[in-house]
């Protein structure tokens, strides 16, 4: 069993950044892909990006490319997402899940967090 726990979200006007933290317990860290996902209001979720379980790799989703970055700490079992230049459209709740698999799709995830809302005002 892995628990995850999404912080960081809030309010932030376009242009201005976040970061979220996914924090991690249970069963060995190193051993799963982080992947992050989100749920804007009245839309499917879609996966925004993932990191690999060493860190070495990471993918992003064409609408978040060069402004969101993904990153993970092994040593403290926490994967940040870095988001910049956030505009309306980044509006969601942001969820983080873990696979053992090195391929994320939403519906191989093992483990979720609840989310963290994040709210980006124009």
């Known amino acids: 069993q892995v628990h995850l726990v999404e912080s960081g979200g809030g309010m932030v006007q376009t242009g201005g950044s976040l970061r979220l933290s996914c924090a991690a317990s249970?069963?060995?860290?190193?051993?799963?892909?982080i992947a992050w996902f989100r749920q804007a209001p009245g839309k499917e979720r879609e996966l925004v990006g993932a990191v690999s379980k060493s860190g070495g790799s990471t993918y992003y989703t064409d609408s978040v490319k060069g402004r969101f970055t993904i990153s993970r700490d092994n040593a403290e079992t926490t994967v940040y997402l870095q988001m910049n230049r956030l505009s309306p459209e980044d509006t969601a709740v942001y969820y983080c899940a873990a696979s053992g698999d090195t391929i994320v799709t939403e519906d191989g995830m093992e483990y979720w967090g609840d989310g963290t809302l994040v709210t980006v005002s124009s």
């Open positions: 249970g069963r060995t860290f190193s051993d799963y892909t």
